[in-house]
């Protein structure tokens, strides 16, 4: 008979089994800006195209937008560093604590944000606490004519009028990397699996993965010095950690 | 569809063990052997709740890449490069992304159809139709134009054409033609004896010099250069790898570059021989004959770049151990194109880069490959042209192109179609062409499509990138292929010999035979089924073995080199540069994620601009957002503007991927297209001289507001206005 000292364990066991905290690295030094990594994610999370009125609204749906900015004036001109920003995973996030509805709440399993849509009543308190400003709104229900629902993802939600949303480090892939390997009576290896964005990304800027796993490669890239993360001094927290290069 | 075999008796009859046949798994669906099934009856190769993966490749641009898509219930729902494919190694651009957009594409083409007639027809008539155009017209009067994409059926029709006498195919594209794919070919041809199109190591180099090639967004393969400008950049072995790009208009590429030298077009090849002059005296030795006639300060004075830059830029080149220059995009789109090309690669002579890492090679040659399989140039374009207008020919046949809209206006396309009396088009969606030809005959979508597709140029090793249908196909389309097959048979005589095939597959298995007992395969195999069972399991085959050629140095140096400067048509006062949308293009304005991706530089989405430097706005009294008309030579548009503080002042640019007129609900009625702009003007090399036309600027007083991405503050028009 196990005594009650090995169950406490096997307890504890189990719930280490489901946590773990990912991260992401992306270096702007090679990044070129081609917008695969937001095609990938659009194409992988169901987002709605929101036309051409709209999209000049500023109501774009995209989960990953790629800033540049210019810096000084012709001839001497030059675009900043290209810089991806989704959602940055806050520990501490801004967004949780202001929705009334409890959709945005933080998961301890994966130390992520989660959005739950369907508890979503759209008061956009989230997007307007969010020092990133990465969090979209459906402001309409957004047309798929036949046949493009065929292309939708069965994995993840599809969002509609009302609702918030945002990146999500691909949970959906996230939890069907977990699932295999917990089938498999192992841990999730690092390198597995990675986000839609990261393994479009034709330069290899987006590396995702285990933070808390020292020899994962996310972790050993993230710890590399010349590293920052935005808006740190907000006391957020994030996991996306940004290398900008000479 | 045939239904002559169900997959059970295709496994029978390939005579597979139970250890290939767990291999086969990775084959379905193979369309023409498997009945279509509803979705609440699954066909037997999927799970509920299970996805399926298939190798193919991608269709949307004639680099090759490999794909792996993933399928569930029998729909494609996500494409991801393939990770085993020796170009992209799992990696993919923006369009390759939105592919399923175009499998699923609310517009497409779904029966084959008679210009006028309300009811489609059936493809028994339709393969009828063909098989008259072939058998009742002399072999010479029947054309084939095609696009860079697939090459499996290019080589069909070539081999029609070689034995009946009919018109060799010629391929043609606007990306081609806006890479100035053959003068690129053409220079190494000259300077070399080789022609083919050189590859440049990026990766492995320690300085890049890249003249015009915006080689991040859309020159030749650009996943390929772009993990190539990683390996630049994030070098283990060696310090961070440094990027200079020469152009008009900044780039993609050239906002990633640590040096951008905007010097005045036309003057290109003057400033690589001023550089290559100072870069000879700075190595020592005797002065090579290619850069002994260049003045330097006269080569300063005319490009605008100054004597000191060039000094350093010359120290920067001939003092690196990996130092590369790269000719391309609006550099070689000029009058003087072709020598631009020379004198760069010339550059490359004088560093003694070929073959070496970090260097210049010639592309490896794709497997069961002959010769460089190049596109038709644009001057070429206008004879052939021509013979349309002239009427030698009374059969027209389009695939993989869209000549109304990829064409240049002027070149006078549309109104010798009038000319040709029968027009099919096998096009997918309801194009510009398509909407003119007298047929539709649609094909596949890539998708859904057997095929290969030569990789040619990005790759160490020789790759044919093999294409597999991943879904059953969405309509009652046909393959190409199929349709050319069946009406050739149907014609009779020497059409029928020459395509003695049941059908498209075994066409290809006929041209993978050679490549079975081939040595230093990715994989060998003891028949043909089993072969093409493994073609279609890894996305195509490759030799291991390295297939770049090195350059042949000898004699490069001593050549007279010209560094004439480019002559200009168009009395306007300002240079015009098209540039090719690095996520539209020729073909990508009826996908609408591709639409609503925001350009690199400007973040525009859903339209076209024009770029126009802030100070040469002011000096105009023109605004963000102020429609102006454009005049050149051979045609005038309005369009929006868009400030751009990175173009020269004398210089204007305009993106090449909008202005349809027909291609679909997304893309129809939006946008202009730079081609309406673009004269008969053409390089050395034959190539057209799109960067070579000068413009004016009219205001029109109206105002169209661009959707940007960038600096929203303000759109909501609450309390914080714009600055002027």
Same mark, same amino acid.
């Given at each position: 008979m ?14 280490t ?8 690295v ?5 990044c070129?800006?081609?917008q ?10 169901n987002l ?29 001109v ?7 920003m989704?959602?940055?995973?806050c ?8 929705c009334?509805?409890?959709a ?5 399993a ?40 065929n292309q ?10 009302g ?14 990397a ?14 597995e699996?990675?986000t839609a964005?990261?393994?479009a ?26 590293g920052?993360?935005h ?8 996991n996306?950690?940004?290398f900008?290069?000479e | 569809m ?11 009859l390939a ?17 023409r ?16 709740g299970q ?6 490749t991608?269709?949307e ?6 794909l792996?898509?993933?399928t ?8 991801e490069?393939?990770?085993?494919h020796?170009l992209?190694?799992g ?12 499998l699923?594409?609310?517009?497409r083409?779904t ?30 009067e ?18 029609l054409?070689? *034995? $009946? !006498?009919?018109? /060799?195919?010629?391929r043609?594209?606007a990306?081609?033609?806006? +890479?100035?794919r @053959?003068t =690129?070919?053409?220079?190494a ?24 090639a ?33 152009e008009?208009?900044?780039? *993609? $590429? !050239?906002?990633? /570059?640590?040096?951008?030298?905007p010097?005045?077009?036309?003057? +290109?090849a003057? @400033?690589? =021989? ?8 700075l ?17 300063a ?11 350093h830029?010359a ?16 550099a ?8 631009? *090309?020379?004198?760069?690669? /010339? ?10 890492p970090?260097?210049?090679?010639l ?7 002959t ?6 140039s ?9 013979k ?6 009374k059969?027209?046949f389009?695939?993989?192109v869209?000549p ?19 027009l ?7 194009d510009?062409?398509?909407?003119e ?9 890539g998708?859904e ?11 160490d ?9 991943v ?12 349709v ?10 020497k059409?029928s ?7 498209e ?14 040595a230093?395969?990715?994989?060998s195999?003891?028949d ?33 080199l ?26 990508g304005?009826?996908?609408p ?9 400007t ?8 770029e ?21 030579a ?16 004398d210089?204007?640019?305009?993106p090449?991927?909008?202005?349809h ?18 004269g ?16 004016s600027?009219?205001?029109t ?11 929203m ?5 609450e309390?914080?206005?714009?600055e002027?």
């Amino acid at each position: 008979m196990a005594t009650l000292s090995d169950l406490k364990i096997s307890e504890v066991k189990l719930s280490t089994e489901e946590s773990g905290k990912w991260g992401m690295v992306i270096d702007q030094d090679i990044c070129t800006g081609c917008q695969a990594c937001v095609a990938a994610c659009a194409m992988e999370n169901n987002l709605s195209f929101v036309g051409e009125e709209d999209a000049g609204y500023g109501r774009s749906m995209h989960w990953i937008r790629i800033e540049r900015f210019w810096e000084g004036e012709y001839p001497e001109v030059k675009m900043t560093p290209n810089q991806p920003m989704m959602c940055q995973q806050c520990g501490s996030a801004p967004c949780e604590p202001v929705c009334p509805a409890f959709a945005t709440v933080h998961s301890q399993a994966e130390q992520l944000n989660l959005q739950v849509y369907n508890r979503c009543v759209g008061t956009r308190y989230c997007a307007n606490n969010c020092p990133y400003q990465v969090r979209s709104f459906n402001w309409r229900d957004y047309e798929r004519p036949e046949p493009l629902p065929n292309q939708l993802n069965p994995d993840v939600t599809v969002r509609r009028r009302g609702i918030m949303e945002k990146c999500t480090f691909c949970i959906q892939r996230i939890h069907h990397a977990q699932d295999q390997a917990k089938a498999e009576g192992r841990e999730v290896m690092d390198g597995e699996f990675t986000t839609a964005c990261a393994q479009a990304c034709p330069a290899n800027a987006i590396t995702f993965g285990r933070m808390d796993d020292p020899k994962s490669l996310v972790s050993q890239l993230a710890k590399r010095q010349g590293g920052g993360k935005h808006l740190e001094e907000l006391g957020t927290l994030p996991n996306v950690t940004y290398f900008k290069g000479e | 569809m045939s239904e002559q075999f169900s997959r059970r008796d295709f496994l029978k009859l390939a005579g597979l063990g139970a250890a290939t046949t767990a291999i086969l798994t990775g084959c379905g669906p193979a369309s023409r052997y498997v009945k279509r099934e509803p979705y609440m009856q699954m066909p037997e190769y999927n799970y509920n709740g299970q996805s399926t993966y298939y190798a193919t490749t991608c269709r949307e641009c004639a680099a090759g890449c490999g794909l792996i898509v993933r399928t569930m219930q029998g729909r494609a729902i996500k494409t991801e490069g393939n990770a085993n494919h020796p170009l992209n190694l799992g990696k993919t651009c923006a369009r390759g992304q939105a592919t399923l957009h175009g499998l699923y594409n609310p517009d497409r083409v779904t029966d084959p159809i008679k210009a006028g007639s309300p009811t489609p027809m059936g493809w028994d008539t339709a393969i009828q139709v063909v098989a008259d155009a072939l058998k009742n017209n002399n072999p010479e009067e029947i054309a084939f134009l095609m696009g860079m994409t697939p090459d499996h059926l290019f080589d069909l029709v070539s081999d029609l054409a070689d *034995a $009946t !006498g009919m018109n /060799a195919p010629i391929r043609f594209g606007a990306l081609g033609m806006f +890479e100035s794919r @053959v003068t =690129l070919s053409k220079a190494a041809e000259n300077l070399f004896g080789v022609a083919g199109l050189p590859f440049f190591d990026v990766g492995g180099a320690q300085v890049v010099f890249s003249f015009g090639a915006n080689f991040l967004e859309t020159w030749l393969s650009p996943v390929s250069y772009t993990r190539g400008f990683a390996g630049l950049r994030e070098g283990v072995t060696k310090q961070r790898g440094k990027l200079v790009q020469f152009e008009a208009r900044m780039s *993609a $590429t !050239g906002g990633k /570059a640590d040096e951008w030298i905007p010097l005045r077009p036309g003057t +290109e090849a003057l @400033v690589v =021989l001023a550089i290559g002059r100072l870069a000879a005296e700075l190595k020592g030795g005797s002065m090579p004959r290619a850069f002994s006639g260049v003045d330097v300060l006269d080569a300063a004075s005319r490009s605008g770049v100054k004597l000191e830059t060039l000094e350093h830029l010359a120290t920067m080149f001939a003092n690196s151990t990996g130092a590369l220059a790269i000719p391309g995009g609006a550099a070689l789109g000029q009058s003087n194109g072709l020598a631009v *090309a020379e004198a760069v690669l /010339a550059l490359n002579a004088l560093v003694d880069n070929f073959g070496r890492p970090g260097g210049l090679y010639l592309s490896a040659l794709a497997p069961n490959e002959t010769d460089d399989h190049r596109p038709a140039s644009a001057k070429e374009m206008q004879e052939f042209v021509q013979k349309m207008t002239d009427g030698k020919f009374k059969v027209l046949f389009v695939h993989g192109v869209n000549p109304f809209f990829e064409l240049p206006n002027s070149l006078g396309f549309r109104s010798a179609s009038k000319n040709v009396p029968l027009l099919i088009s096998f096009s997918t969606f309801p194009d510009e062409t398509a909407r003119e030809a007298n047929y539709i005959f649609p094909d596949h979508h890539g998708l859904e499509s057997w095929g290969y597709q030569r990789v040619a140029t990005g790759a160490d090793q020789p790759v044919l990138s093999g294409a597999q249908p991943v879904v059953s196909p969405f309509y009652n389309t046909r393959a190409t292929a199929d349709v050319l097959i069946a009406a050739a048979q149907l014609a009779g005589g020497k059409f029928s010999q020459a395509l003695p095939f049941k059908d498209e597959v075994e066409f290809l298995q006929g041209k993978a035979a050679s490549l079975m007992n081939e040595a230093n395969g990715s994989f060998s195999a003891p028949d043909i089924l089993t072969f093409m069972a493994y073609f279609q399991q890894h996305g195509g085959w490759w030799k291991t073995s390295e297939g770049r050629g090195i350059p042949d140095a000898a004699g490069v140096l001593n050549r007279n080199l010209s560094g004439d400067a480019a002559e200009f048509a168009g009395e306007g006062e300002f240079f015009f540069v098209p540039f090719v949308s690095p996520t539209l293009a020729e073909a990508g304005a009826n996908k609408p994620w591709l639409q609503e991706l925001p350009d690199p530089t400007t973040t525009v989405m859903w339209n076209t601009w024009l770029e126009m430097n802030p100070k040469t706005a002011r000096d105009l009294h023109i605004e963000n957002d102020d429609v102006v008309r454009v005049v050149s030579a051979a045609g005038a548009v309005e369009l929006p503007v868009y400030l751009y503080p990175a173009i020269r002042p004398d210089t204007v640019a305009m993106p090449f991927g909008q202005g349809h007129t027909a291609y679909g609900r997304y893309a129809e009625g939006r946008g202009i297209n730079p081609n309406d702009l673009l004269g008969q003007h053409f390089n050395e090399a034959g190539d057209l001289a799109f960067a070579g036309m000068k413009v004016s600027i009219e205001k029109t007083g109206r105002k169209q507001h661009l959707s940007r991405l960038e600096s929203m503050i303000g759109v909501y028009g609450e309390g914080m206005g714009e600055e002027h």
